[in-house]
Nanobody, 121 residues
């Protein structure tokens, strides 16, 4: 059973860079065909997929956030991280990390508990 835990500051000032880390247990982030994503939910709004880093290290980003988003990984620590630059109060949200895979056409995914990030001076 994959378990994920987000960590990082809960308060970020406008124009700064938001940095979060997801620590993974119960599986390796390099296991084939797993994808590791960051997803957020602003207050009163739906889930927004931000980007992904796959088991092979390849990345993909939401077009609307691509210019400000970077996802990286540390395989020695079994962690992957999110950096979102030039934040504004509109980036206030609960941020989740997510693991997804498919086995024999069955999809499976796991979520972290989420971490609240507030952008405010």
């Amino acid at each position: 059973q994959v378990q994920l835990q987000e960590s990082g500051p809960g308060l970020v000032k406008p124009s700064q860079t938001l940095s979060l880390t997801c620590t993974v247990s119960g599986g390796s982030i390099t296991t084939s065909y797993y994808a590791w994503s960051w997803i957020r939910q602003p207050p009163g709004k739906g889930l927004e997929w931000m980007g992904v880093i796959a088991y092979d290290g390849s990345t993909g980003y939401s077009p609307s956030l691509k210019s400000r988003t970077s996802i990286s990984r540390d395989t020695s620590k079994n962690q992957f991280s999110l950096q979102l630059s030039s934040v504004t109060p509109e980036d206030t949200a609960v941020y989740y990390c997510n693991a997804w895979t498919t086995v024999l056409d069955d999809e499976h995914d796991w979520w972290g508990q989420g971490t609240q990030v507030t952008v405010s001076s």
